[in-house]
């Protein structure tokens, strides 16, 4: 451990000549040193801290650690425009790190969320100075992994930090009165009254991504680092939370890279939500073993690959996967699906009235039933932890599950231990009377005494078509042991709220005129026979 000098401020310029500020801590030794860089926006004395040990803690282990505010953020000059100049001002950044006195001209990224895409954007012009990157909650395809999930807006995320980065611009700009309307919505989000944005925050990113309510639309092209990192092949520790909202970019991430890369491409999940990275989830406490060993791992990447250190890293096997239930770390060589555990759903017709009707079972049923679902607009079912509210992670739903509302298929209790890991699929026959209606599927574990707790959940947003073919929802990939004698639960309801927007019978409310024209929705679910709503896992049995 090195003793640290005290934070210097310094200063570049952009190409274009813009002036971006950073904060640069130094051991306090002689030689040279490789350059640790974080970019963000949120004010670069934060430092990412929410998550990771202070900069001083990298400093000391024998690094140049340089935050820096991005473009338009902080005391840095210019515009900021979401992700627009991360590109060009990321090369250019990394290309100054790289000579600042006393550095060894390696420069290596960390950070999560903004801070880990702009580790995507700096890489995409392959700077000779970057040697490695270790991003972390990511949207690698930003539409499918950000944005939007099932093609359903990610609306109180989106919202929640629309609004933050709007009342961060307002400060900036020193406009009192938008800052304190902005602080005021962030302390009691406007759910059914995103108008404060357009009002208050005009030139906001959100809009755009409303009005990009398609995945092919070319705003997405242009803004994804997928399109960027396609020739890129840099040795990168991927780091995500099975209750991050982002874990499908941090995985999609990891599988294009791992399949492609000459490079060693590592993979830690934690069960954590966006923050913070520790051992209690909403609800769930996961033990002393949850605690995030990122800040260790990463000082090992770093000295691996920017000091050349032999650190026994290139000899372990690069998946390593936190298993709730059991409150382990579990390591293996990929991501591939070991074998996969098919339940069918049946019914007596009432799983959203009595809890032991509806069933789910590894057999099928020759019997066709079908179950109705109602979503009333006037009280949606709310969003209760998973990936997508606030707050995120495990929470006791039992009361939810008795709602109307919510249909809901148990399993008997497991004669044996069940492991899960990866994806779970549902794929549900329904039909609605409606034009358009949402689905959301939510995996959870019942225990004995009657207690519900979520483990994984899925959302998709459809139009009614002519095809007989099921609802395929996608829920979020996770790794958790199911103990013998608890059960399975899916619950099925047509709102997830505010998690995602309502949708009105005809398209999603995102605002009050929306909310006016609001219909009630019936679904029909069949099972049994020809309509065979069923659940796919992804099983492992571990060594």
Known sequence: MFKVLPKQTASMHTRDGVRLDADIYRPDAQGKFPVLLMRQPYGRAIASTVVYAHPTWYAAQGYIVVIQDVRGRGTSEGEFKLFVHEITDGEDTVNWAANLPQSNGKV???????????????????????????????????????????????????????????????????????????????????????????????DSFYHDWLANSQADANYWQELSPKRYLQ??????????????????????LY??????????????????????WGRKVGNADFGANAASPVDRMQIRWFDQFLK??????????????????????????????????????????????????????????????????????????????GHAAIPAGVFERSHLDLRSDILTYTSEPLKADLHLVGNAIAQIFCSADQPSYDLCAILSEVHPDGQVYNLTQGYVHCRVGTNSAPVKIQ?????????????????????????????????????????????????????????????????????
């Not at 099975?242 to 995985?251: K, M």
């Not at 069949?526 to 069923?534: F, H, V, Y």
């Open 308 to 385: 050349g250190v032999d650190t026994g890293l290139l000899k372990e096997q690069p998946v390593c996967l936190f298993e709730m239930g059991s409150n382990i770390w579990r390591s293996f060589p990929n991501l591939k699906t070991q074998s996969q555990k098919f339940y069918y759903l049946s019914t007596t017709g009432l799983a959203s009235i009595r809890e032991d009707s509806g069933k789910l079972s590894t057999e099928r049923s020759a019997t066709s039933t079908t179950d109705v679902l109602v979503h009333d607009p006037w009280r949606p079912v709310p969003a209760l932890g």
């Open 475 to 543: 829920l979020q990939a996770t790794c958790a042991r199911i103990s013998q004698g608890n059960a399975l639960r899916l619950s099925l309801s047509a709102a997830c709220f505010p998690a995602y927007p309502m949708n009105s019978g005809n398209g999603v409310v995102i605002n009050s005129e929306g909310l006016l024209n609001a219909q009630i929705i019936t679904l029909t679910v069949s099972c049994g026979g020809e309509g065979n709503s069923q659940l796919l896992l992804s099983v492992m049995t571990p060594s």
């Open 108 to 202: 290596g990224m960390y950070g999560f969320s903004y801070q880990g895409m702009t580790q995507l954007y700096a890489a995409a012009t392959k700077p000779s100075a970057l040697q490695t990157i270790c991003p972390a909650m990511i949207g690698y395809d930003l539409y499918t992994d950000w944005a939007y999930e099932g093609g359903a807006f990610c609306y109180q995320t989106n919202l929640a930090w629309a609004i933050q980065l709007a009342t961060e611009t307002a400060r900036l700009r020193q406009d009192k009165a938008t800052y304190q309307a902005l602080f005021a919505a962030a302390r009691n989000l406007p759910l059914t009254n995103p108008e404060i944005l357009q009002t208050l925050a005009p």
């Open 255 to 276: 599988q294009d890279m791992a399949a492609r890369s000459h490079t060693p491409q590592h993979l830690l999940v934690g069960p954590w939500a966006h923050l913070p």
């Open 231 to 252: 020739t890129v092949d840099l040795p990168m520790f991927h780091i995500g939370g099975w209750f991050d909202t982002y874990l499908r970019g941090t995985l999609h």
